[in-house]
C-alpha cells in the first residue's frame, strides 16, 4: 500500500510539471544562459562561482551570443587585534578577483575586490567557521561587484 501511494504521489507531482531544485541536470543554474563561469579553483572559489552564476542568471545587458566570465581569485586574512594571551581576537579576510568576460567578437576585463571583518570566536573550532562564514560572505559580495562591474562597461560600450 506505501509503494502504491509512493507511486500515485510522483505521477501526480510530475504530471503538473514539479522538477525537484537538486536534481541532476535539472537545476536553474545547471541549465545555464549565454554565459558560462569557468571554474576556480579552492573551497572559496567554488562559493564565488556559484554566487556568479545566481548573479548572471538574469544575464547582461547587450550579451546575447554565448560568452565566458574567467575569474582568478586571491585571498588574504589578515590578524587585526589580539588578546593579551596572544590569540587573535579580531581578524579580516579580504578578496581580490581578476576577471576576462570573453564573446566571440570583443572581451572585457576588469578587477574587483571584497573584504569582511569578524571576531574570531574563543572556542578552538570557533575560528574555523567564522574563516568559513566570512569567506562565504565576502564570496557572495564579490559576485556582486563583479556583476556591477560588468553591467558599467556593458552599459558604457
Do not use: W
Not at 548572471?56 to 554565448?66: F, K, Q, R, Y
Not at 576588469?110 to 560572505?137: C, K, L, N, W
Amino acid at each position: 500500500m506505501k509503494h502504491f501511494l509512493a507511486a500515485f504521489a510522483m505521477l501526480t507531482l510530475s504530471a503538473c510539471g514539479f522538477q525537484p531544485v537538486y536534481a541532476p541536470g535539472n537545476s536553474a543554474l545547471a541549465a545555464g544562459g549565454p554565459i558560462t563561469v569557468e571554474p576556480i579553483s579552492g573551497r572559496s572559489g567554488y562559493v564565488l562561482r556559484r554566487a556568479l552564476q545566481q548573479e548572471l542568471a538574469i544575464g547582461l545587458p547587450g550579451v546575447t551570443e554565448p560568452a565566458t566570465l574567467n575569474v582568478v581569485l586571491n585571498e588574504n586574512l589578515t590578524r587585526l587585534a589580539f588578546k593579551p594571551d596572544g590569540a587573535a581576537s579580531r581578524s579580516s579576510l579580504s578578496a581580490t578577483a581578476r576577471y576576462v568576460l570573453a564573446r566571440d567578437n570583443s572581451a572585457i576585463s576588469g578587477s574587483a575586490d571584497a573584504e569582511t571583518d569578524f571576531s574570531v570566536p574563543s572556542q578552538p573550532y570557533g575560528d574555523i567557521a567564522a574563516q568559513t562564514s566570512a569567506a562565504d560572505r565576502t564570496m557572495r559580495e564579490l559576485a556582486k561587484h563583479i556583476v556591477q562591474d560588468l553591467r558599467l562597461q556593458l552599459m558604457a560600450d
